[in-house]
């Protein structure tokens, strides 16, 4: 009988192991560092829009909900001009002290104070383009505080402004900074505002679409839009 044999022979000998170099590696740290440097400053910048807008979006929620409760209790129901009345002769004081209420407000500035001593606002604020803003805003060098308007700031850290103009206008704004003391301070960017008229309550620019041609009516466009972007 035929011995057959077969044998099946691997050769193991030529094993080899691959590894980077140190030279490699530090090429590819260097790409990360470089990709990195360019990608997460407009992370960063979008991330801070985005938390921007949610609180414009808030801010708008919450005076809504504030005016809303104000006109049922008062009777106003759909007419701004009867909710904001002149009372005496300090502007709308009254109408301020009431509607302020609505807001579960940290810090509070009543009318009439001195706004030299408030560590928490802003020293002074800014139109978009940068420039300072006319004396309506926000901050402590921006607006003296009187009987027709009053700051207060939640716990979110939003500042609010509400201003009443004088004797025989019928009609309020709401400016809201959304960071409170931190920058920019700018209109469109942090500071926005809303209205309060015969038409009702709403962001500023919503009857126009005039943003940014006009500065002060940029709310609108970036709740509608959910970005800001001029």
Request: glycine letters at 6%; hydrophobic letters at 35%.
């Amino acid at each position: 009988m035929m011995d057959i044999r077969i044998s099946i022979g691997v050769n193991m000998s030529d094993k080899t192991k691959s590894a980077f170099t140190l030279a490699e590696v530090l090429i590819t740290l260097v790409i990360i560092g470089v990709v990195a440097a360019m990608t997460i400053p407009t992370l960063i910048a979008r991330y801070e829009e985005q938390a921007t807008v949610a609180k414009v979006q808030k801010a708008y929620s919450t005076i809504a909900q504030a005016w809303k409760r104000y006109q049922m209790d008062y009777g106003c129901v759909g007419s701004a001009e009867l909710c904001i009345q002149d009372t005496d002769s300090n502007y709308n004081s009254d109408f301020l002290d009431r509607f302020i209420k609505y807001f579960n407000y940290v810090q509070k500035i009543p009318p009439n104070t001195s706004l030299s001593n408030i560590d928490w606002l802003p020293e002074r604020a800014y139109c978009m383009d940068g420039t300072l803003s006319p004396n309506h805003w926000m901050g402590v060098h921006n607006f003296g505080n009187s009987y027709a308007t009053s700051y207060f700031t939640l716990a979110d850290g939003v500042i609010y402004h509400i201003q009443i103009p004088d004797n025989g206008r019928k009609s309020g704004f709401v400016f809201i900074d959304t960071n409170g003391k931190k920058g920019p301070n700018r209109i469109g960017y942090d500071l926005f505002d809303f209205v309060v008229n015969s038409k009702g309550l709403y962001p500023r620019g919503c009857d126009s679409n005039a943003c940014p041609s006009d500065k002060d009516a940029c709310a609108c466009k970036v709740i509608r839009e959910g970005e800001i972007k001029y």
